[in-house]
């Protein structure tokens, strides 16, 4: 079984709260973010520094920005969508939607395009409709 480890998640919480650097992101970028350790069924990153691949959805100033969280793992399952990436069929996790501190956000690993942003962005949109 999968244990929480909540005391090093604060340890790089802490470190990435006090670096002081720039990020310069666009939405449709594919990046690393750090989602740390979280509570119940939310998303985890994963590895030393617990992060895991995210799709920028949307640019939110200059400090913030809204990302869907990627998995390996592919499902038939509510809130998974079918997500191609280098060949590698993965899933868009839209039920982990959320609003991340740029600081969070690493590396870029790639871009997909306006067209295909904009396919994802209308599914995003559908399964969140109220």
Known sequence: ?????????????????????????RRGEIR?????????????????SLTRPALVVHVIGAHLALIVPLSTKTRESTGYI???WKGILQSLCV??????SQKRILDRIGKISESRLSKYKGIISAFHSL
């Not at 929480?4 to 990435?16: E, G």
């Not at 039920?95 to 991340?100: A, N």
């Open 82 to 84: 079918p997500f191609e």
């Open 95 to 100: 039920h982990q939607v959320r609003v991340v």
């Open 32 to 48: 690393w973010v750090s989602f740390g350790v979280n509570i119940g069924s939310e998303i985890d990153g994963k590895g030393a």
């Open 1 to 25: 079984m999968y244990a929480k480890d909540f005391d090093k998640w604060n340890s790089v919480k802490k470190r990435i709260q006090s670096e002081n650097r720039q990020v310069y992101i």
